[in-house]
């Protein structure tokens, strides 16, 4: 909006950048352009300002497509004013010399334009479609052809605007529609789901069935290993108690040849010692051959006393000495 400051029978305009003074005076154009700042009469100056500056307009189109089926799409139409005089000509621009306000809502009639424009060609390009491809369809190319076909709308080139871009953001059917459009997709994902579930469970009762199967390979390995173990331990164990037998064995023969050599060293110390024994008995035998008889009883006496126990007392009766000396006589008399 533009700033007007008022005088006394004069008025000073100054405008923004984005905005487009025109002065016309007497039907003639006296000044034009952005961001003016003049002097002007109130009463013979009629003044106009457009905005150049890029404006969005967003509107919901409601479109049939070719099976009859009601669609909603929402587009935005990004705009600017290219010519601002013939703008200024088309459309009701005037603002008011004390305030500076528009008189009228001249945007708002640009917005009315360009919607109904904007439908119109949205509804064009849906019309040679299905429901399903509307709905499916990427929203580039229906952009792409709104835009086209407002650039080159005469009524836009006539009111001086300049389309940028259309954006088309949605393209959405009644709720039940898009429902029962978007039931096979969601069958379709649930069944790639399943899909991928059983797939799951096949691959993990297959894990499964390698680890059983491995299991029991490892089982039936390690009790082949235990049964070879025990072989060999009882191999093992035979031939420790064969070595240990043959050992016992040797040593038996090494004892029974040692009981067997001491046996004949023992005996042949007996033999030995009999011998001397028997020499000796004969030497001492063959001495007392010439010995008298009494040097020999008194030898025998002594070796007798010498055996007998010791005899503290003797008492000599006349019994025994009468049976003694009976003895000597007799032995005598022999």
Known sequence: MATITRYPFLRHLRAAPTAHVVQMSGGRVRRTGPGLAFW?????AVLSEVP???????LVARARTSDLQEVTVQVTVSFRVADPETAAQRLDFGIDPATG???AAPLEHVAQLLGELATGHVTDALAGLTLRAAVSAGTGALSAQVTAALRTDARVAATGLDVLAVRVRSVRADA??????QTPAREAAQADADRSTFERRALAVERERAIAENELATRIELAVREERLVAQEGANARARAEE???ARLVEARAAAERDT???QAAAEATRLRGEADGAAEAARLAANVTVPVE????LALRDLAAHLPSVGQLT???DLLTGALAGLTARGGE
């Open 295 to 298: 040097v020999l009883r008194a």
């Open 40 to 44: 002007f009469r109130p009463l013979d």
């Open 52 to 58: 150049v500056d890029d404006r969005e307009l967003p």
């Open 176 to 181: 039940d529609l898009e429902c029962a459009l």
């Open 101 to 103: 306000r528009w008189t």
């Open 316 to 318: 000599v009766t006349p």
């Open 244 to 246: 240990a037998a043959a």
């Open 261 to 263: 050599v001491l046996a």
